[in-house]
Nanobody, 123 residues
């Protein structure tokens, strides 16, 4: 099992940057592919980014490609989401998730979830 705790959210202006962190407890973090998802009020949870167990393969949603970067530090048991050029439409609760398999953009594929961190982008 793995427990996930997100941090780094906050209130920023459009065009600003934020870096989210997701700290994992438990053993064998390098066995897990990780994902970031987000959910805005009144909307379904949507895929943001995913990274492979070793951190060498990544994928992004079209809405964040070129602005967000996911990275994974297996030595620190942490996955990051660097968010640049933030837009008001990026406002959401951001969740990290883990699965003991390959990367996936489907939320149902993930077994473990954090509690989420709020990101609010003002115009």
């Amino acid at each position: 099992q793995v427990q996930l705790v997100e941090s780094g959210g906050g209130l920023v202006q459009a065009g600003d940057s934020l870096r989210l962190s997701c700290a994992a407890s438990g053993r064998s973090f390098d066995r897990y592919a990780m994902g970031w998802f987000r959910q805005a009020p009144g909307k379904e949870r949507e895929f943001v980014a995913t990274i492979s167990r070793g951190g060498f393969s990544t994928a992004y949603s079209d809405s964040v490609k070129g602005r967000f970067t996911i990275s994974k530090d297996n030595a620190e048991n942490t996955v990051y989401l660097q968010m640049n050029s933030l837009r008001p439409e990026d406002t959401a609760v951001y969740y990290c998730a883990a699965r003991e398999s390959m990367t996936s953009s489907r939320s149902a594929a993930y077994d473990y979830w954090g509690q989420g961190t709020q990101v609010t982008v003002s115009s």
